[in-house]
Each structure stands twice: as C-alpha cells, then as structure tokens.
C-alpha cells in the first residue's frame, strides 16, 4: 500500500545509485528547477498570493513527492489545475483559509491512498476531466489580460463575464510599453530554439525581459511594484494558521476538490511517466506522497501542489531516472530562492502573463475537446456542463454536478443495456429439449435477464415480469446478469410472491457468484426451496416439465372426483 519507490530502489536495486547516474539525476534536476523556479512565480500570483509561495511550494511539495513517491520520475509543485480554485478560496476566507484547506487536502489523499482509491480515481470519466481542465485554462487566461495588457485595474471581478465587461472599458488606458513586452516575451517563447535546452524558454523570457525593462527604465508593473522587497521574506518558516470547527465545514467542499484534482492530475503525470521510461508507478503510494507533500506545503504557509506532466516529461528527456532528481530539482530551487529573490523582484508581470498564456493554451486540449464531441451525446452533455459551470460558476461545482451527471447518465446507459429477452436466443444451450415439440413448453416459459440487476433496471423488470401470460412454470436465465443489488432482490423476490400466489413455479438457472451471494445473504435460496435452482437451462426444463405433468395429473384427478362427487 505504501511503498516509496526511492527507499525500494535503495534496498533491491542500489546499482541504479551508481555516480554516472546520481550525475544524470543531478543534472535532469537542474533543469526542471529552471523550468519550475518562473511557472511557480507565475502560479502563485495568478493564485492571488505572493511568488515566494509558489516557490515555497515547490520547494517542500517537490522534495516530498519525490522522497516518498509511487513513482521513479514524478515532478511535483504548484500546477494550472489549482490556480482558480486557490483565488477562490483566497477571496472567500483569506491565506489562513487556504493553508487550512491545503493541509485538510493532503490529509484526505492520505486517506485516500490508505483506502486504496489510487485505481478507482483513475475511473472519473473523460468528459469530466476533459470539460474541467478547458474550463481552467479559459479561466487562467482570462485572469492574465490585465497584467498582459498593463491596464492597471485595481479590483477585477471573479465573475467571467463581468471581468471580460471590465476589461473591455479598460482598453483606452493600455500601458503600451507594458504590451511590447508580454507580446515579446510570448513571442519568444513560441520561436524559441529546441535546441537551448539548457535554458527554458520561459527562463529565457524573464531574464531578457527583466534585463530588457531595467536598462532601457520602461515604465510597466514588476514583482516589487506588487509585493514590495521580498529579498528576506520569502524562508522556510513554519506558519500555525487558526483552526475553528466552523471553517473546517466551510473548507470541506473545496479541500475535497484539491484532493481530487491532485490525485487525477499526479495519477495521469505517473501514467505518462511509465511510457516514456518503461516503468510501473504504484498508484496508492503516489496519493500518500501527494497528501503528504500538501501537508507539508500548508505548515510552511504553500499553496496545493500535485505532479506536474510538463516538469515531469522534461525531467526524462533530460536523463532523470530515479526519484533523487525530484529531490536536487527541489533543493537547486531551494538555492535560487535563497539567493536571486533580489533579481526575481525585478520580473516584469507582463512576461508572467506571457507564461500563463502558454499554460493556459497547453491545458486547453483543442484536440480532445473535438474527439468527445463525436463521442454519444450524454458524454457531450457531461462535457460541456463542466465546463460551462468551470468558467461560469467555480471549480466545486463543475467537478460535483459534473460527477452526478456522469453518475446519473452511467445508470441509464447500464439500465438501458440491462433487460429481459424472451427471444429464441434464450433457448441457446438446450441440447435434450426438442423445441420443435411446442406441446412440451406451452406452459413453460423462459425468460433470460440481460446486464447488472441494480436500481436502475429493477423497474423495467417488474413492469415487464407483471404482463406475463398465463403459465406453469416460469425460468429465468441469469447467466448474463453478473451482479444485482438489494433493489434488484427486491424486485425478485416480488415476481416470486407474484408466483407465488398464483401457482407458477418460479425456477432460476446460470446465477452466477455475485447474485448467488445476495440471494444466500436474504435467506432468498431458503425461501425458494434448493429444488428452484439449476446449474443449466436444461435441467431447469426438466424442472418445470415434471411441475406440469404433475401439476396436470393432479388437476385431472380433482376434476374427476369432483365428477363422481356431483353424480
């Protein structure tokens, strides 16, 4: 359940921690920190909190992901899924409440983890993360444009269309200089030579914007026009936040969607992970590690942190292969905080805008998006209600009616797919029957029950088993049903009572182990009598032949005493 793949490398495969390869890990974590120490920045302030959080962030989340991971490659930090959510929260209870529901988050997928749910997380629907991860990157977009544009509004509305009404009166006061630079930035980042990967591209747009902004003296917004000196503010301190029972209830909704996002988001980074280096992540230890890193992040006053895809692919192609490369990634970001956060002040915001378009148009999956929309139309549904209440709405909301919609159209799909056949195919396996004789089934029918026998079939199954004819002997065939539920039971055990009362034998063949189990567990065998069940079709016919016979013979002998008894 819990087993860090760097200690399980340690005891069974030390040769994998030869120097050659330490040098590579360093090597590979070097880099990553260069591509993480700038998205971090950008992140925490599109968040609404101060650059040093996000580096914070990445620092304590990142170092703990890799030393307790499920996976050998995993990169973890502040990513693009929480950035709405955690402005939300900001807005609503303020920095003491999102340390609260970082820390509840990571407790959760701790939980999470220890309950197994590492399989079934990876279970959510396309339509839903799909719909959810567009609708972010809309969102993250949209909350750049005033710092891209240097329009220098002083209170922008959460909600999506009154920020755009905002934006749009604001157009006439543009900062130019402001423009010229996220433009450039942007532009560089897309031209950016492959080749330079000792630099990232977002790396090389801050450093040339800054350079470019201090030299020339261009008038646009910086990260100390924001936040001031942060050359000695931003440390590893631990900060105790408030705790009350009240604002745990509160935190509860949007603690439990940080846990979620971060379990799909680190689940989905591992997966692409053992492609691309031939390896097979544990998926329980990997929601631990995850919990344990937002613990971490929230006592150190961080924001969520989950494994990043991006950061996760570059630390492979750049030759990490075991989780120390997680762990230098984290503390080389470690010595960049400690010692440049005077040159990360200079930053201008534009460029950090730039770097939140790239993410926003990476998470905005065009291609995915067009796919589902050919997929059935109750996947579309689902899709879009997610994303419409992602950027409309908030986060919470997309992810809950989003889930219950999916829920809801599943049991429709399942119930529509689950029924009853009387067709000649349930006669398939009879070999001692000659169903050319009628005279032998006339009083007997056969009746085969097709898909799961839940809730949301039971009611087309009574409606349909109360029009039966008038017979003897009624079979039913459950040879394709492979689990049923108390509803389902129910719904039997009334057809039963139906026969009951009415003289027909009720004979059930084919039950397969899950069935079989319920019905033992409601006494459901006892009460039917062992002489109702057959293993095959076959002998649940001889069954109800020999009932008719004497079924017959007995009426046949009533009728003539009653005869004799009138004469």
């Known amino acids: 359940m819990f087993k860090p793949v760097l200690f399980s490398l340690l005891k069974n495969n030390p040769n994998e921690f030869v120097i050659k390869n330490i040098f590579a890990d360093i090597g590979a974590g070097a880099v990553v920190a260069f591509i993480a120490v700038p998205l971090s920045i950008a992140l925490s302030m599109a968040s609404g909190v101060s650059p040093g959080k996000g580096l914070v962030t990445a620092v304590v989340a990142g170092f703990l992901i890799s030393f307790f991971g499920g996976s050998r490659v995993q990169i973890g930090g502040p990513t693009g899924a929480f950035v ?20 509840l988050a990571g407790v959760l997928l701790v939980i999470m983890g220890l309950l197994k749910f590492g399989k079934v997380i990876k279970y959510i629907p396309d339509p839903i993360i799909i719909g959810f991860t567009n609708g972010i990157g809309i969102v993250l977009f949209s909350t750049q444009i005033n ?13 999506f ?9 604001s ?60 050359q000695n503010t931003v440390k590893l301190i631990p900060e105790i936040p408030y705790l009350n029972f009240e604002l745990l209830k509160q935190l509860l909704p949007p603690a439990l969607t940080i846990a979620i996002l971060a379990g799909i988001e680190s689940l989905l980074s591992a997966v692409v992970a053992d492609g691309m280096v031939g390896a097979k992540h544990n998926s ?32 492979i192609q750049n030759g990490g292969r075991t989780p120390l490369a997680g ?50 139309v109750s996947d579309s549904i689902v899709l879009i209600i997610t994303l419409l209440l992602t950027v409309f709405v908030n986060l919470v909301y997309a992810i809950e009616i989003g889930m219950l919609f999916a829920a809801f159209l599943f049991m429709k799909r399942m119930s529509d797919i689950s029924g009853i056949d009387e067709s000649s195919d349930v006669y398939e396996g ?36 109360e029009k039966l004819r008038d017979c003897k002997a009624i079979i039913l065939r459950m040879r394709k049903v492979p689990a049923m539920d108390e509803t389902g039971y ?30 033992r567990n409601y006494g459901f065998i006892s009460i039917l009598g062992r002489s109702n069940f057959a293993l095959n079709v076959d002998s649940a016919l001889k069954k109800a032949e020999e009932y008719v016979k004497e079924l017959n013979l007995y009426n046949e002998t009533f009728h003539i005493d009653d005869k004799k008894t009138n004469k």
């Open 490 to 519: 129910h719904a039997l055990y009334k057809i039963y009572k139906k026969c009951l009362a009415s003289g027909t034998r009720l004979i059930l063949c084919q039950i397969q182990r899950q069935p079989l189990k319920v019905l």
């Open 171 to 230: 157009i006439p006061s543009m900062n130019w200089s402001a423009f010229a630079i996220g433009a450039g930035s942007l532009l560089l980042m897309l031209f950016y030579p492959k080749k330079f990967k000792i630099l990232p591209a977002p790396l090389c747009a801050l450093i040339v914007s800054t350079l470019v902004v201090q030299i020339f003296n261009i008038p646009v917004d910086t990260i100390f026009s924001h936040f001031g000196d942060m």
């Open 327 to 376: 762990i230098f990634h984290a503390i080389f970001i470690f010595i960049i905080m400690s010692l440049f956060m005077k040159y990360i002040s200079l930053i201008p915001m534009a460029s950090l805008a730039a770097i939140l378009f790239t993410i926003s148009y990476k998470m905005v999956n065009f291609r995915a998006f067009l796919e589902i929309l050919k997929a059935p």
């Open 284 to 315: 329980n230890t990997e929601l631990i590690a995850q919990g344990f890193a937002n613990i971490g992040s929230s006592f150190f006053g961080g924001i969520p942190a989950t494994g990043a895809i991006a950061r996760t692919a570059a630390n």
């Open 161 to 169: 269309i009154a920020k755009w009404l905002v934006y749009l009166k």
């Open 84 to 103: 709405i959510i955690v402005y939300e929260i900001i807005q609503t209870y303020g920095l003491n409440g999102l340390i609260i529901a970082t820390g």
């Open 147 to 159: 710092d891209f544009f240097g329009l220098e509004i002083s209170k922008i509305p959460t909600g």
């Open 430 to 465: 009879v070999e001692e029957f000659d169903l050319k004789d009628k005279t032998k089934l006339k009083d007997v029918v056969i009746y085969e029950i097709n898909g799961p026998f839940f809730f949301g079939a039971a009611g087309t199954f009574i409606e349909y088993m």
